[in-house]
């Protein structure tokens, strides 16, 4: 890092902090003020927001560490933000009309308030544990490859990083709210796609060209039967990443993540109508149509570098690890002042993710646990428990660095899974809530149960058999067979058609819902004045643009098959 690098740094710090002081120049008098940024955020903030939040350490170490490893394998995730578009164009008329400000909220609505609680307690402790960790995690390994630096003033680098990312974050979150999240996000996200679009080109550069970089990942296998790292459909008996299970999988994965997951759907809440919540979700899916290329394919730029023994500014690249795919192109390929860039866009991917869950956490325990058990809370106590939320949220973070840091590699692994079986239970109880009537309070509700108690069977087997001794195949359990042999993304499908069986069931054999509590919830019971409102909200513009996004999403899958 040199001179032009902190001044660089610093001026997007100044611009940060300019950002910061105007949002607490604005009112936070309730929790629609501080949780949705007051509901009046255009469609630009809410499709920066989506993206800045999503973008986090999954993507610039963990996708482009799978690009360097696998290949494409990983970008049926990341093209699967396709499914943005059917939050705006199914589920965005209906969180409108309940007037929630949190997912769990929604199903009170809509079921029962244990399904409340139920969302409520998987979210809070997934965050925690799984987004706020490894994010965290990541930020502290990062910035200690990029920065170069093992220690400072005697204290391992890591630390200071970490330490300092969820500070800093916490700090603007607690501060401004929702409106610190959509409006730091508008200045973030411009910075993080240059910046990656930087490393993109200068990557491409130095190896000699796209032909070149596919020509050298065709070449490597990546099983036994044939596929190679630029292949996105891969032989259906691949172990990890079957063309029939990645394909499922992904998509129930994504159904819950873009659809149903507070984490995402917040920033939606805030829009001032339905209009601009719509069209923030097709700015968003646009948005997310780059990840492939700004992070998964630098990660093979990286494997192709470290393969050919390339030079790069007089030294030959090499690659530790996978995962240091993306520092380490930051660290050998960038110029003084382009390189402060791109820590800046690496601190700002960070830092919007970090922010996003903290409000989104904070939201969860005010709206769903604290207002539920004192209703008549002054609305300016709210934000103030919403503020305190915050920190006892970073101080869990914070404490889970130590054990994130000892089993680190292990934990990002199990990742994955504790999403594939956290998706199915509640995708199955939002689908069924909003397209059939007869869904029952008791049905939904047994849907999350049924996916919970299933979900945590399954991650206490990955433990439990990963480190129990190697039995002989033909002595393998039925139990095994299932909750551990069983294709995690197979299991992901099988589960989801489980749950939704569960929810089917129970919703026949228990009564139905009064037609008056699930009015404007359910297709089929919007009132004329719903519909006509819903139908003014779009136009020509918005098919045509969900029509090219649908249509860049087929020709990549064609391209890369």
């Not at 610039?60 to 494409?72: D, E, H, P, R, T």
């Amino acid at each position: 890092m040199q001179t032009l690098d902190w001044i660089v740094i610093g001026l997007f710090a100044l611009a940060l902090i300019a950002i910061i002081w105007w949002v607490m120049q604005q009112k936070q008098a309730n929790a629609d003020d501080y949780f949705l940024g007051g509901k009046d955020a255009t469609w630009i903030a809410i499709g920066a927001s989506i993206f800045a939040s999503n973008i986090g350490s999954e993507h610039l170490i963990g996708l482009a560490g799978a690009g360097a490893s696998s290949g494409m394998a990983m970008a049926h995730w990341e093209i699967q933000g396709w499914m943005i578009l059917i939050l705006g164009w199914v589920f965005v008329p209906f969180y409108s009309r309940s007037m929630v400000i949190t997912m769990p909220e929604f199903l009170e609505r809509r079921y029962n308030s244990a399904s409340r609680t139920i969302l409520s307690v998987i979210s809070l402790i997934s965050y925690v544990l799984t987004k706020v960790a490894v994010t965290v995690y990541a930020g502290g390994l990062v910035f200690q490859q990029v920065f170069g630096i093992e220690t400072l003033w005697g204290i391992d680098f890591f630390w200071i990083a970490a330490i300092g990312l969820v500070v800093i974050t916490a700090l603007y979150t607690i501060i401004g709210g929702m409106k610190s999240v959509l409006y730091t996000s508008v200045l973030q996200t411009p910075i993080l796609l240059l910046g990656s679009l930087i490393i993109l080109v200068l990557g491409l550069k130095a190896l000699g060209g796209w032909d070149e970089m596919m020509r050298i990942c065709s070449i490597e296998k990546v099983n036994e039967y044939g596929d190679t790292m630029t292949n996105l459909i891969r032989d259906n008996r691949d172990p990890q990443y079957p063309w029939l299970g990645a394909l499922i999988g992904s998509a129930v994965i994504g159904f819950w993540y873009w659809c149903t997951d507070q984490f995402i759907v917040q920033r939606v809440l805030s829009g001032k109508n339905e209009k601009e919540s719509r069209r923030g979700t097709i700015f968003g899916a646009y948005l997310k149509l780059l990840p492939v290329f700004l992070f998964l394919i630098p990660g093979m730029i990286a494997f192709a570098l470290s393969h050919e023994g390339i030079t790069v500014n007089g030294e030959v690249f090499r690659l530790s690890t996978p995962d240091a795919a993306f520092p380490t192109l930051v660290a050998k390929l960038l110029p003084a002042g382009v390189k402060g860039l791109i820590v800046c866009g690496i601190l700002a991917a960070l830092m919007s993710s970090l922010a996003s869950l903290f409000n989104s956490s904070a939201a969860l325990f005010t709206i769903d646990f604290y207002q539920r058990f004192k209703p008549q809370t002054d609305p300016k106590k709210l934000v103030r428990i919403g503020q305190a939320a915050t920190v006892v949220i970073v101080i869990l973070g914070i404490l889970w660095i130590p054990v994130m840091r000892s089993v680190g590699d292990v934990l990002y692994n199990y990742l994955q899974d504790v999403q594939s079986v956290l998706a199915p239970g509640i995708a199955a109880a939002f689908l069924l809530g909003i397209v059939w009537k007869r869904t029952s309070a008791q049905g939904g509700m047994w849907g999350l149960i049924s996916g919970l108690v299933i979900g945590c069977t399954r991650l206490g087997a990955k433990i439990y058999y990963s480190n129990a001794p190697e039995l002989p195949e033909g002595d393998h359990s039925w139990f095994q067979y299932i909750f551990y042999d069983c294709n995690w993304l197979f299991f992901c499908g099988w589960m989801l058609l489980f749950c939704l069986a569960v929810v089917f069931i129970v919703s026949l054999f228990t009564k139905a819902p009064d037609e008056a509590k699930i009015k404007g919830l359910v297709f089929g019971t919007s009132t004329p004045e719903q519909r006509l409102a819903t139908r003014q909200s779009w136009n020509a513009w918005d098919i045509i643009n969900t029509v090219i996004i649908l249509g860049i999403t087929v020709a990549f899958y064609i391209y890369f098959w």
